[in-house]
């Protein structure tokens, strides 16, 4: 089956650092990769759908700024958490599709981010 | 995006089959049926899609309701690691994304 990994599984910062989250598809290419937040007890908000080699498009409410994502090739994906403060503390999740229009999302483990 | 209506929680015994519903009333032509779950602390993993017709494969069954208005995943042999949050999830065929809702909390005890 298609996996996808995330590293850091675990990371807890100062308020003010950036933290940075990777994202790999390791036996596929990805031709779409996203990213999602999902805070205790609530479902995943989908914040940002990356593109090989293009700009992200980022969901309404979500700063771009502050989220930086970074899809250089068709099996990795990265999200910066910049200048992070303790609201951003979350459970960060990465998907991969193999195509646009693909029937299945392929979910990475998460990453729990905690800022203090 | 067309919006999916699911119970906040089930209850199940292990061994017994669960039928857990989803309401898509506004859905569109185009729109697939996903059903997706996630076990505590862990990402979501698929589990079955459909457009029209019933679908079965080696996790679960999709029973899609004639009109498309309504569908039911159905586990067939519940056992305790079948304990997950569950999403139905309607995504046309041209978009990858996904809109999660709130999802069905299945409880399955021994």
């Known amino acids: 089956g298609a996996v996808v990994s995330q590293h850091p599984s675990r990371v807890i910062c100062k308020s003010g650092t950036s933290v940075k989250i990777e994202c790999r598809s390791l036996d596929f290419q990805a031709t779409t990769m996203f990213w999602y937040r999902q805070f205790p007890k609530q479902s995943l908000m989908l914040m940002a759908t990356s593109n090989e080699g293009s700009k992200a498009t980022y969901e309404q409410g979500v700063e771009k700024d502050k989220f930086l994502i970074n899809h250089a090739s068709l099996t990795l994906s990265t999200l910066t958490v910049t200048s992070a403060h303790p609201e951003d503390s979350s459970f960060y999740i990465c998907?991969?599709?193999?195509?646009?229009?693909?029937?299945?999302?392929?979910f990475g483990p998460g990453t729990r981010l905690t800022v203090l | 995006d067309a919006k999916t209506t699911q119970p906040n929680s089930m209850e199940s015994n292990e061994e017994e089959p669960v039928h857990l519903p989803c309401n898509h009333s506004?859905?569109?032509?185009?729109?697939?049926i996903h059903w997706y779950r996630q076990l505590p602390s862990q990402g979501p993993e698929y589990v079955i899609h459909g457009l029209t017709s019933n679908v079965n494969n080696r996790m679960a069954s999709l029973a899609i309701a004639e009109d498309r208005k309504s569908s039911t995943l159905i586990l067939h042999r519940a056992t305790l690691r079948d304990a997950a949050v569950y999403y139905c999830i309607l995504s046309p065929y041209n978009t990858d994304k996904l809109i999660f809702g709130t999802g069905t909390r299945l409880q399955v005890f021994p």
């Open positions: 506004t859905i569109s032509g185009t729109d697939y």
């Open positions: 998907s991969a599709s193999r195509a646009i229009g693909a029937d299945t999302q392929y």
